[in-house]
């Protein structure tokens, strides 16, 4: 390392893996974790969003869970957030439904209005 | 790119590490590995993050849940319901005593009034990580001074910020480097002082374990501006992970480019090396600690030479506090004016203190400058353990002083706690309750003076030695009148005449106790009597007949068989032999008997007697 310019660079990618902590996150994906979303394969969704996220490499999303949402009959349930917008909640998710909201969605902005159970707060 | 959700932080300070941090985290491991949730999750070990009498204590992000007095056992818990359902464990989350639940670490009242600077990083990142250091901004400062500031830069915006050493004589930091940044000397040094020996304190020790980056760089920077090519930490023994830490930052700056030669492609150089310290707190004592480093006995010199002229080896050198150097890559990150906005007209900036004694939320706290008394002790520190009141603050460590109820609005700043007989000193807090008595309090504090005594010279090494003397006899109850102003001459004499620091402040807990609580060494001189029923010689037990039932264990369990009596006539201690040990009153089953105030007239009877005939023997 020898100029400020090699330090940002470092700085960046390590802010990148401290993502977690409150760095800039453009998007929070919100995964229902409740018990019946579990029954229903919220892990392998939620685990579909983290490969999919990071094999994009797409540095602004965070990808968090919640309790139970109240909607047991559209488990599993999954929260889109992005700043400035009204939240998009998908419903029945599979991990296919999951690369197609990763896609269109998250990286394109595109919503994807069939997969749409209820939007706003 | 990783494919963590979590990030579990768990504070590896000593504090939660001595209530047992370690298995905690490796209960994590199991526990994770077993569900699979291994890729998910990142543990990640951090410094203290400040409550620590609620250790292990953990911060969960995203949501930046914080969960307190965490065991092995509740971890299975928090991995079902928090990390795999999302729903953080209630029970483990700080509550108030409306029952009030706070989540987020954000939200716990502890945090409200606090202002980190120094301690940014402590309790949030890995310290043995370089890149999170960086993450945070680490290294910016020392790059952007290298690369576009003269070292008179620097030294200029270090005196606008107003920054003030936190070792104990808040000097200002600019002044020192000034001199020696104008000395023509080849040769220089710098040195960080992190002996820190102050019974209580663990300020430095807590940044150096939580965040030793900032305080290396905060040393290179100075090291520019004075034109040092060389550094020494110098750190007690008895703190091996500071040691390690710092050790460790030492060797990834240097593989990363950070230290070294020509750093940022500067001309600019430089090497540090740890020095370690026995553990004598004369050798905190700038020139003491340079004797150390130079492999002599830790014995203070006199000043002048100031070390900015004559120091580490004959050379020109600052040595500066630990936290005063935390202070500095943020200073020239934000800016001299933003740190000035913090504080009092004269004390700029914030400060760390280590809370500890009677005092609820113990722990490491940062606050603004200026903050009161009341805010530090009940808004941060969450007021008094259990039902007792507040009475008396010990700052600025064992050779500090003690203040009272009527300073609680006083604003924490050098000037204001220095007019009242206290001082700021590196940042010891000792809380103290309505239960403590204030000369058994000066004597524990003047003990360990005399203990910690270099004895290099006369005034510290007899003087000191003569007013323990006479604050011993005053808690055995031969004090006689004269005593009190006896020990005001002669810490006020000791005061001026001592070499170092340590004699020169020593007697101030004495003089402090003798100023704002006269009427507890009248009690105890006049009428034999330790109103909190501390100093044994001046309190008594006693047997309450209409309570007792006459079983006799107390008379049974008494270690020097004191206590005599039968069911019908009831027991009675025999003052005399009695050793105070509190047993009785331990055991007595219906609690009759009562600790009293005061010698008990046998005993007061029995040493009239003694002195008669000793007075009479002399003639
Ligand atoms: C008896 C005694 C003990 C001291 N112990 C310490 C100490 O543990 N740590 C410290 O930084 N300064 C200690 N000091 C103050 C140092 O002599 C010195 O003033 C300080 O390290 C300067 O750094 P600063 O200007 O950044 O505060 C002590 C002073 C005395 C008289
Ligand atoms: S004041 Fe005390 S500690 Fe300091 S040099 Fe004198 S004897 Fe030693
Ligand atoms: S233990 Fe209590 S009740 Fe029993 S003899 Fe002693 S004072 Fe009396
Ligand atoms: S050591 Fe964990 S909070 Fe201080």
Redesign the interface.
Known sequence: ????AD?KK??E??????K???GNTRIKVV?????SG?AMGA?EV??TF??EI??R?L?DV??????EKGLSSLEPVVDVIEEGKPKVTYGNMTPEKVKKVVIEHIVNGRIVSDYVVATGN | ???????L?ICFGSGCLSAGAQKIKDRFYEVLQAKGLSS?I?IIETGCMGPCDYGPVMVI????IFYKKVTPDDVEEIVNEH?????PVKRLMIQDEEDKTFFTQKEIPFYQKQVKVALANCG??DPESI??Y??T?G??AL??VL?TMTPQQVIDVIKKSGLRGRGGGGFPTHLKWQMVHDNSSPEKYFICNGDEGDPGAFMDRSLLEGDPHRVLEGMMIAAYAIGAKNGYFYIRAEYPLAIKRIKMAIEQAKK???AGNNI??SDFSFEAEVRTGAGAFVCGEETALIQSIEGQRGNPTPKPPYPAVQGLYKKPTVVNNVETLGNIPTILLKGADWFASMGTETSKGTKVFALTGDIKNTGLVEVPMGITLRELIFDVGGGIIGDHKFKAVQLGGPSGGCLTTQHLDVPVDYESLKERGAMMGSGGVIVMNDEKCMVNVAKFFMDFCVDESCGKCSPCRIGLKQMLEILKRIDSGYGKEGDIEELQRLGETISKLSLCGLGQTAPNPVLSTIRYFRDEYEAHIRDKSCANKVCPDLMHFEINKDKCIGCSLCSRKCPVQCISGSREEKYTINQLPCIKCGTCMDVCPVKAIAKIPGMHSDVKAQREAEELQQQNQEE
């Open positions: 390392m020898k100029t400020l330090l470092i700085r990618k390590a802010q990148e893996e401290m977690l902590r409150g995964v229902g974790m409740g018990t579990i892990r939620m685990k983290l490969e990071a094999n490499n540095t965070l990808v968090t869970q919640t309790g | 790119m990783s494919l963590k959700r979590i990030d932080l998910e990142n992000y995203p949501e930046g990390f795999l359902k999302g729903r949030f990142i890149e999170e960086i993450a901004g290294y910016e790059g952007t690369t990363a480019g950070l940022f492609g």
